[in-house]
Structures are given as structure tokens and as C-alpha cells.
């Protein structure tokens, strides 16, 4: 059926009622406009995201009651976990510019070192579901007896690095990094990427207290 026609048969339709007749060809103008013009498609805008101006970097070291200190970068803070379940030594490394948290928790070494491993390595891979990968690097830093394993999870993982830390006979720390927004790589990449220097720079410079320095070495291989 041509556009005319069917024009033609609904104006018959409605003045056969009384009705007016300029508002339906008011209305079929439109439709007949839409149909005949190819130029009028809308093509979606790609999504883009905020840009996020970072601070420069600089450090301070962090030192408390706790068995260990490192250094920490100047706009972030050190706040205790509150959580009732927290021990005194658990604390959160907060980015508040960036909406991210650092959770460090430590546990003395007590018989049980291969259980803690396993546990950190259990929590690290039940982001496989949603990551692309898991990295595993090597910390090894026989100057201050600092040894463990960093994991960087790939993807749309909650958490994007895990690691632990430990003197492998009386200190055990662990630490998970989270996003407190809903997990998409494209947009968390440059904030991860800067946040990385940071835990990378808090290992390098980690030691647990009471240990004799030697000629410092590498921390993450």
C-alpha cells in the first residue's frame, strides 16, 4: 500500500465521525518525513569517562605500635579497621581522591604460615570469575627478611592487587586493594595504574621492626 493511500482511506475514516482532519495529517507528515529521510539516524556517543587530575607523588614513612612500617604517599591516609571482627594491627591505606582503600591485615605467625598463604592465595583467586588473568610477582628482600607474592588481577575483578607479606617465622601481612565503585577496567585503569606505584613503593620500603638492615635489594622481581 502506497503512503497516499493510505492517507486517503484514514482522512475517509475520521471526517465520516465529524473529526478534524488536520491534526492526523499533521501527524502522518511526520511519519512520512521519518521514512523518506536517511539522514536523520542518530548514532550513539561512545561512553567516555571523568578525567582524573592526580597529586604528585610524594611519601612519608607510616610507624605505630604495630610490628612492621613503610612508607605511605602524602594524600593518602592510615585509619584502623573498625570492623568487629578486626584485629589491632588490621588498617586501611584510604585514597579518599581516588574512592579506593588499600586493606592490610597482620597475623602473628604462630605454626600456621602455609595456612595463611593458602588462605590469601584462596581469597586472591575468587576473583577469577570476573578476571581476565592473574599475574603472580616474586617480593624477595633478604635486607630486611621480607618475602611473599603480589597478585595483579586482570579484568572486571572487585579487587585489581592482592599480595602478602611475611618474615616466613613470626609476621604475616596481607593486602587487598578495592575500588569502592561498581568494577569496569576502562574506567578505573588510570587510577589503578597510579595506585600501583604506590603499593609497589610501600613494599620496596616495608620492614618489620626489631630486624637488622643490610645493603637493600629489589622488592618485587
Known amino acids: 500500500m502506497k503512503i497516499n493511500?493510505?492517507?486517503?482511506?484514514?482522512?475517509?475514516?475520521?471526517?465520516?465521525?465529524?473529526?478534524?482532519?488536520?491534526?492526523?495529517?499533521?501527524?502522518?507528515?511526520?511519519?512520512?518525513?521519518?521514512?523518506?529521510?536517511?539522514?536523520?539516524?542518530?548514532?550513539?556517543?561512545?561512553?567516555?569517562?571523568?578525567?582524573?587530575?592526580?597529586?604528585?607523588?610524594?611519601?612519608?614513612?607510616?610507624?605505630?605500635?604495630?610490628?612492621?612500617k613503610f612508607q605511605i604517599p602524602v594524600y593518602a591516609k592510615i585509619t584502623r579497621d573498625e570492623h568487629s571482627s578486626s584485629e589491632p594491627c588490621w588498617l586501611n591505606l584510604e585514597f579518599p581522591k581516588l574512592n579506593?582503600?588499600?586493606?592490610l591485615s597482620y597475623?602473628?605467625?604462630?605454626?600456621?604460615?602455609?595456612?595463611?598463604?593458602?588462605?590469601?592465595?584462596?581469597?586472591?583467586?575468587?576473583?577469577q570469575i570476573k578476571a581476565s588473568g592473574i599475574e603472580e610477582q616474586l617480593v624477595s628482600k633478604d635486607s630486611t627478611k621480607v618475602y611473599g607474592l603480589l597478585y595483579e588481577i586482570g579484568g572486571n575483578a572487585a579487587s585489581s592487587i592482592q599480595f602478602f607479606l611475611t618474615d616466613s617465622t613470626k609476621h604475616f601481612l596481607r593486602g587487598a586493594l578495592y575500588f569502592n565503585s561498581v568494577p569496569n577496567t576502562d574506567s578505573i585503569k588510570p587510577a589503578l595504574e597510579f595506585v600501583r606505584e604506590d603499593i609497589y613503593k610501600m613494599i620496596e620500603s616495608f620492614e618489620w621492626k626489631g630486624e637488622s638492615p643490610m645493603p637493600s635489594s629489589k622488592a618485587v622481581k
Open 107 to 127: 597475623k602473628e605467625v604462630t605454626n600456621n604460615l602455609n595456612s595463611l598463604m593458602e588462605d590469601t592465595y584462596t581469597l586472591a583467586s575468587k576473583h
Open 100 to 103: 579506593a582503600t588499600l586493606h
Open 5 to 68: 493511500d493510505f492517507k486517503f482511506r484514514i482522512s475517509n475514516f475520521k471526517l465520516s465521525r465529524g473529526l478534524s482532519f488536520l491534526p492526523i495529517v499533521y501527524c502522518l507528515f511526520l511519519f512520512s518525513s521519518c521514512v523518506d529521510d536517511d539522514d536523520s539516524t542518530i548514532a550513539p556517543k561512545p561512553r567516555a569517562y571523568y578525567r582524573i587530575s592526580f597529586p604528585e607523588k610524594k611519601y612519608v614513612e607510616y610507624d605505630s605500635t604495630c610490628p612492621f
